[in-house]
Each structure stands twice: as structure tokens, then as C-alpha cells.
T-cell receptor, first 112, second 114 residues
Framework: QKEVEQDPGPLSVPEGAIVSLNCTYS??????FMWYRQYSRKGPELLMY????GNKEDGRFTAQVDKSSKYISLFIRDSQPSDSATYLC????????????FGKGTTLSVSS | DAGVTQSPTHLIKTRGQHVTLRCSPI?????VSWYQQVLGQGPQFIFQ???????GRGNFPDRFSARQFPNYSSELNVNALLLGDSALYLC?????????????FGSGTRLTVV
């Protein structure tokens, strides 16, 4: 079993839809959780950072962490064609983030 | 302000050859990390350097090595290239310390081994 599992999709939604992206993990030592967005031919870009369990909101994006279920989610409201990208979850056990453990990434396509 | 710059952007090498990839972090960032991203997979941690010292190493063979220079730029070296080394190599920089500063990734070097 991989440390971090993420459904690669692809996921296709119409513009304006609410998108839900998810990851599960097996290592209970993970405390720091991140979501990155990666456009084609670009490096990953940090979207959200969360420590431990709980919710965090930033504009149209909401990140949720449920450590008891070892499950994290990213919600995108009012999705736009510019949101079309690969979304990667990442986790770390230490605050220095010596090694980020990434999921495989979910490819999202938002059609206008 | 310039982001993380990596060079070259693309290169093609033959099996058995050696390759050097370069990374310049954001000005003021003292930590550099290297990741390998195989097509269709998430990035996999190779090395992290902070203040010119190796802070962490991922599960990669000794053919992979890296170093950080006094100006905080970094090189990743791969010896005896295998076909399986074909991937996007990403460099990320951070101020160092807390994760909530975030890592800023470069656009990567696309390595193809033939």
C-alpha cells in the first residue's frame, strides 16, 4: 500500500461546478498537509497548507483534514476553465518538511 | 522578483552517461530540495539541502548526488543513467524552516534517457 493514495481521474466538470478532490494516507505521523496545482509543463504551485485536523478556506478553495480517517479533501467552488490542471496532495511528518510525500495527482478539466 | 530557475529545460542523454542539473533558488531562500516526477506520478523526494548541508535524502541509489553552493544554488548529478531515470526533475526552494512558508518549485528539467 502506498503512503498516499489519490485517484488520478481524469475528472471533467462544467464551469461553475463544485469540485471535490481527495487523498487518503496510511502514515499516522503526517501532520502537515498541502495541496499543489500543476499546470502542464510547469512545476507545482502551493494552493493550500493545513496543520493537523480542521478546515481552511482561501477564496474559492477549502481544504479539509480528517486525521481520524486519514483523509484529506480540497473543494473548489465556482470552478473556472483556468482551474484545469493536475492537483497534487502532499504531506509531511515534520514541520521542516524535509520530505514531502505526494499523491499521484488528479487531473481536472473544467469546460466552459 | 525571479522565481526558481532550473537549467537546462530539456535534455536528452544516452544510457550510461552522466548528467548535471542546475537550480537557482529565489533570492534569500537557503533551502533547496530536489524531486523526480515520472510521467503520471507525483513528485518523489530525492534530496534536501539547507545552508549547504544535506538535510535529507530519499530512497534513491548512490548514482544520485547533489550539492549546494555558498550562493545557495544547487546541482543534482546522476551517474550511469538508466532508461528509468527519464523524468521531470524539479527543484524547490524555501526560506528554510517552517513548512508554512511553502516550497516554490521551478518548472523543472525534462530528462530523456535513450
Amino acid at each position: 500500500q502506498k503512503e498516499v493514495e489519490q485517484d488520478p481521474g481524469p475528472l471533467s466538470v462544467p464551469e461553475g461546478a463544485i469540485v471535490s478532490l481527495n487523498c487518503t494516507y496510511s502514515n499516522s505521523a503526517f501532520q502537515y498537509f498541502m495541496w499543489y496545482r500543476q499546470y502542464s509543463r510547469k512545476g507545482p504551485e502551493l494552493l493550500m497548507y493545513t496543520y493537523s485536523s480542521g478546515n481552511k478556506e482561501d477564496g474559492r478553495f477549502t481544504a479539509q483534514v480528517d486525521k481520524s480517517s486519514k483523509y484529506i479533501s480540497l473543494f473548489i467552488r465556482d470552478s473556472q476553465p483556468s482551474d484545469s490542471a493536475t492537483y497534487l496532495c502532499a504531506m509531511s511528518a515534520d514541520q521542516a518538511g524535509t520530505a514531502l510525500i505526494f499523491g499521484k495527482g488528479t487531473t481536472l478539466s473544467v469546460s466552459s | 522578483d525571479a522565481g526558481v530557475t532550473q537549467s537546462p529545460t530539456h535534455l536528452i542523454k544516452t544510457r550510461g552517461q552522466h548528467v548535471t542539473l542546475r537550480c537557482s533558488p529565489i533570492s534569500g531562500h537557503k533551502s533547496v530540495s530536489w524531486y523526480q516526477q515520472v510521467l503520471g506520478q507525483g513528485p518523489q523526494f530525492i534530496f534536501q539541502y539547507y545552508e549547504k548541508e544535506e538535510r535529507g535524502r530519499g530512497n534513491f541509489p548512490d548514482r544520485f548526488s547533489a550539492r549546494q553552493f555558498p550562493n545557495y544554488s544547487s546541482e543534482l548529478n546522476v551517474n550511469a543513467l538508466l532508461l528509468g531515470d527519464s523524468a521531470l526533475y524539479l527543484c524547490a526552494s524555501s526560506p528554510g524552516g517552517a513548512l508554512n512558508y511553502g516550497y516554490t518549485f521551478g518548472s523543472g528539467t525534462r530528462l530523456t534517457v535513450v
